[in-house]
């Protein structure tokens, strides 16, 4: 029996995207992981298996997050676990495409509750496990779209902005322990619902005039993991999207 113990590190949304893609860059630098699902469990478990092979312990954990009582039942698994809690990803979001003239109230909450709140939930909990043992990092993967007005999606945008000035907050109250900072990708995976027209239109725009590969959102993280000594910033990975 394994009882190699390994720091741990939640991602929530892991099965697939960028959630995915961060939890492969955690678990080869030798984290634990516990990753996180809401309804796809087939990909959750692809994921697992994969992650496994480089080996280092992987837990599942399915929870809708815009539960709150769901969200705070993930540290059921922390709590379980015999791997010291120093990482928390929160990626898990909803980007819906909508109008604020017609928007609904309930997809206005959805909004907030998945893509502010339940990162605040999350983050005041991994705070006091962090704390107990030495520290830790909380990584929230906002968006570009926090320094647009994009029409097209007011509440995703509004969400990320907030999600953005949380991460402020937290560095602030959470220091000396545990630093919180934020990663802004801009354009790097087409959502189903957006027009390839628009998508294309978009990405003739950037600077770089691409979109950005996977390892180089890894970089980003590897970055705030390496460096111990950033608080409260948002890295802005987006082939020069925020200077148009």
């Known amino acids: ?80 676990s015999a791997h010291p809690l120093k990482v928390l990803i929160n990626s898990a979001a909803t980007m819906q495409r909508d109008d604020a003239r017609t928007l609904s109230i309930s997809d206005w909450d959805l909004a907030m509750t998945l893509n502010l709140r339940a990162p605040f939930i999350l983050a005041q909990q991994a705070y006091h496990r962090m704390s107990e043992s030495g520290g830790g990092l909380i990584v929230n993967i906002t968006d570009i779209a926090a320094e647009k007005a994009w029409k097209g999606f007011p509440a995703y945008t509004v969400s990320e902005a907030a999600l953005q000035s949380l991460t402020r907050v937290l560095a602030r109250r959470f220091a000396p322990t545990v630093r919180v900072n934020a990663i802004a990708p801009g354009l790097v995976l087409q959502a189903k619902d957006f027009p390839s027209d628009e998508w294309d239109r978009l990405v003739k725009r950037l600077p770089l005039e691409r979109t950005a590969q996977m390892d180089e959102l890894a970089a980003a993280l590897e970055f705030l993991l390496k460096n111990e000594y950033i608080t409260g910033q948002t890295i802005t990975v987006d082939g020069g999207y925020s200077l148009i």
């Open 1 to 80: 029996m394994n009882t190699k113990i390994f720091p741990l590190a939640i991602i929530t949304g892991a099965a697939l995207r960028l959630g995915r893609a961060f939890a492969f860059t955690l678990a080869k630098q030798g984290y634990a992981i516990l990753l996180h699902y809401n309804r796809s469990r087939d990909a959750a478990e692809s994921t697992a298996q994969e992650l496994r092979l480089l080996g280092v312990p992987v837990f599942l954990a399915q929870a809708d997050l815009t539960d709150a009582l769901a969200a705070q039942g993930l540290f059921s698994v922390v709590d379980e």
